[in-house]
């Protein structure tokens, strides 16, 4: 490591913020991480994860050697081989595979487990040589991201640091207090007029100035109100519309249903809290709106993120200094991944994540999947419908490899675990969706034990599988992946990276100001109000309301837990009270059923059940139920999560998850 003891590093969760650090070395071990302070968003402090960061990197429980499976899937017995023996096998059963079921019976599972491009995209190169099945990533923002372009041409929206500059923000379906600790602050810094929507009362609810409660799923309603109410008390940008948009007509006639009476009785709020906010809406300027990433897994995901984004185009919100949406500015981020990933070799099948179960046990597949290779990932926890996705990692004829930090629930059911590095222990270069920085992580310490990095397990995996010329060190694949970068890309290079160990995107101005030109990359270049890509694929042009119902009469959300990324760090301590998940429950729906504040309780629907704590609370409304996660099954009572009854049922758009609309009973245990 020569005799340098700091290095920039990045922390590679799956988050908004991107935190950039410096990690100082004594000894050949981490004496600490701080925060670097000149970053627009660290700013100098870290989340409870990334103070923990060191716990997590040097638990007792880290993987150190290769593993294989002596006992049955799922009862986690494995004995110690050497790398040699590991990827012999790996080798055996992956050209086994190809020679007697075709390339495609392999399938990679990996997402954002680590944010580092990589790590994340380097293993496709052989993936996409070999033709193997192609894994669509949509557990997360899919819906989102396909609305948005349906009426902007791009999912990318405002600079984060340019809610400094806003009159009003509107957090919508988003509790940032939690899950964009690094935003948030600057929201309550600009003096804002803060508007919460969410059907949770959340912490960042707690210190807004309106929350409107609504029912799930009701949003695109409300949104379509809040249009309605700009056209017709003449608050609606008619200047801006005619210059920058298309299909008002089209929309305002959708929106003129929904009536302040009508809208309310469909979203559950009262009509002076609805009046209120819409006045704001149209009146202060400029004004944000932030819409969270779970809003979008529902049914009616892409429906709701649709309406909601629309709002401020009608009120003349875009392309004003501190106005305007944020989803996901992955979008920003213009260089060529397949630097990294390599190029298909052919067109191949296509796999949704999030019907993993149903593509290990669907009858009819074929090929069926005879190798599933997991990274980045820990599907028997994160994965929805998670009985069909245990009966599918239980089959004897499907090799399972996971590589990984530690043994989740998945490795459990492995035939092979393979040790990875933690960030500290690799090279790697970041993007952000939340913020516009690119930064470089360097490999701070060796790697501990035996791990390997993504990149050098399939270096090594792509030579003994005959392809050398797949192989190229890291360092070699970010200088050329950031030499394809244009736009607000272009000139960050990995020797400014390695000097400074970030660079800020090159926008026009600091913050950017989203869609300061007004040219959007639709086909008319403007604003699509009604959307003509949408109708071309089948979809309504404009966005509406339609009414989700289940066969339960509680609706259970679960969103992800403030000290927790994922799955990630459930291992390293306890957060939900011993094995316990806690279960959030109106005191009527409490009543109703017979129980009491922290009664063990059964939560379950058709597809499965689990054990939660009862906690009685003025944060939901009766019909509503919140759990947080996502935690590790087998450390729970039990051993099954809120998983065990979400549903592989994807979204209007996009193809994405629908973990919130998931309707269940609760009794007590």
Known sequence: MGTRSEFFTVCPRDCYDTCAMITRVEGGRIDSIRPRLDHGLTRGFLCKKGQR????????????????????????????????????????????AIEDHGPESILPYSYAGHMGLMNRYFPQRLFNRIGASDLEYTICSSAGKGALRYHYGTSAGMDPEDLANSSLVVVWGMNPAWTAQHIYPIIARSGAKVVVVDPVRTETADRADLHLQVRPGTDSALALGVINYAVSHNLHDQEFIREHTVGFEMLARRASGFTAERVCGICGIGEG?????????????????????????????????????????VTGNIGRRGGGFFHSNSAYFTADLTVVAGLPSRKRREINMVRLGEALTGEGLDPPVKVLFVYNSNPAAVCPDQNRVREGLSREDLFTVVHDLFVTDTADYADLILPATSFLECFDIHFAYGGLYVAINEKAIDPIGESKSNYDLFNELSARMGYPDLCESPESVARRLLGTGSGYMEGITLEELMEKGFARLRTPQIPHVAFSD???????????????????????????????????????????????????????????GGDDQIVEISQEDAAARGISDGDRVRVFNARGDCVMRAKISPRVKRGVAVTHGIAWPKLLEGG???????????????????FHTNFVEIERA
């Not at 150190?64 to 790398?83: A, N």
């Not at 809290?273 to 990433?293: M, Q, S, T």
């Not at 998983?643 to 979204?651: A, C, G, I, M, P």
């Open 53 to 96: 960061a060191l716990e997590y990197v040097f638990s007792p429980e880290r993987l150190k050697y290769p593993l294989r499976r002596v006992g049955r899937k799922g009862e986690g017995k494995f004995e110690r081989i050497s790398w040699d023996a590991a990827l012999s096998l790996i080798v055996e059963e992956m050209e086994g």
């Open 273 to 313: 809290d609805f009046l209120d906010f819409a006045d704001g809406c149209c009146r202060e300027k400029p004004a944000a709106f932030l819409i969270g990433l779970g809003i979008q897994r529902n049914l009616n995901g892409g429906e709701m993120v649709r309406a909601i984004s629309l709002i401020p185009a």
């Open 518 to 576: 007004l040219r959007f990359g639709t086909p008319s270049g403007k604003i699509e109000l009604c959307s003509s890509l949408a109708q071309a694929e089948g979809i309504d042009g404009v966005p509406g309301f339609k009414e989700i119902k289940g066969d339960h009469p509680i609706r259970l959300l679960s969103p992800f837990h403030r000290d927790l990324s994922k799955s990630q760090y459930h291992n390293i301590g306890a957060i939900f």
């Open 640 to 658: 099954r999560n809120v998983n065990f009854t979400t549903s592989s049922e994807t979204s209007d758009i996009g193809g994405c998850s629908t």
